[in-house]
């Protein structure tokens, strides 16, 4: 992870003519050992774009899971689609493991529902897998 940060931090500060650190504070990494919490971590991550529509996810709250729904049906920009059963970047996406685990694209999606239906539950739940 720090070859990784440092060859992107030198490109990017190369490509815009600019010095010193792009990320801050210090790389953490946490050995996730059970199948509950690498389910977690899918819907986590792929939800993390409901920052740009419905931030306050966030604070366990969601006032139009359709319209939610919705917005990650419509955005391009996360591998969400792929793992529902839209192609979107099927050529860079490998959705195996993750298929695997939730055994096809619409128990993924029903997955992700039922998540945003009990969202303060497992958002709670969440926090509390991975906090030392």
């Not at 992107?8 to 010193?20: A, E, I, Q």
């Not at 709250?61 to 689609?81: A, C, D, I, M």
């Not at 059963?85 to 694209?105: A, D, H, Q, R, V």
């Amino acid at each position: 992870m720090q070859k990784l940060g440092t060859s992107y931090t030198n490109y990017f500060n190369l490509k815009n003519n600019r010095v010193g650190p792009l990320f801050q504070g210090r790389f953490k990494a946490i050995l996730v050992q059970k199948d509950e919490h690498l389910r977690h971590l899918y819907n986590y991550i792929h939800l993390n774009p409901l920052d740009l529509f419905a931030p306050e996810w966030r604070e366990n709250k969601l006032n139009n899971q359709n319209g939610v729904l919705e917005f990650l049906g419509n955005y391009r920009w996360s591998s969400y689609l792929d793992y529902v059963g839209k192609k979107n970047f099927p050529s860079i996406i490998n959705t195996g493991l993750g298929l695997e685990i939730f055994e096809n694209t619409k128990k993924y999606a029903d997955d992700i529902q039922e998540w945003l239906s009990n969202i303060e539950k497992y958002h709670n739940n969440f926090n509390n897998l991975f906090l030392e």
